[in-house]
């Protein structure tokens, strides 16, 4: 039985109860290996969090790191918005990324939401996204 959202009819107290007792934790599928999973230690996340947070105001913004963290993928390839959505539903390693806990093959935005954040973060947004990333050695390929 899949529950991945908490719907409004649902009384939440339950709904979290019942996601989090059938949910698969993606510490348990990741490798600490996985190229992924290297860069996500790599990007100083508060740092991102602290100078961007302004953008996410409001009781229907998505959290900041799952739209760092699908920017992020989206750019080492220059992959289409819907390649991205697509590879996140059924790549754990990617879901880790963005900062999801539990594994869920549902994507947790509406589909053009991407394209418009990625607006909303704006040039000065990325430049901020490439300060987070520290220092990278220049010899270690990442993807």
């Known amino acids: 039985m899949k529950h991945s959202a908490i719907q409004t009819h649902i009384n939440p107290k339950v709904a979290c109860k019942i996601v989090s007792e059938s949910a698969i934790p993606l510490e348990k599928l990741v490798h600490p290996d996985d190229k992924v999973c290297k860069l996500e230690k790599l990007i100083n ?30 750019s080492i390839d220059n992959l289409p ?9 059924r790549s754990p390693e990617w879901q880790y990324f963005c900062g999801q806990r539990f594994l869920d093959n549902s994507f947790p935005l509406h589909e053009a939401s991407l394209s418009i954040w990625s607006r ?9 996204m490439t300060q987070a990333l520290g220092l990278v050695e220049q010899n270690e390929t990442i993807h």
């Open 120 to 128: 909303v973060i704006g040039e000065q947004g990325r430049q901020i």
């Open 45 to 74: 996340w508060q740092y991102l969090e602290t100078q961007l947070s302004y953008l996410f105001k409001g009781e229907n913004a998505p959290s900041p790191r799952l739209i760092f963290g699908l920017l992020y993928l989206q």
């Open 81 to 89: 918005y819907s390649d991205v959505i697509a590879i996140w539903k």
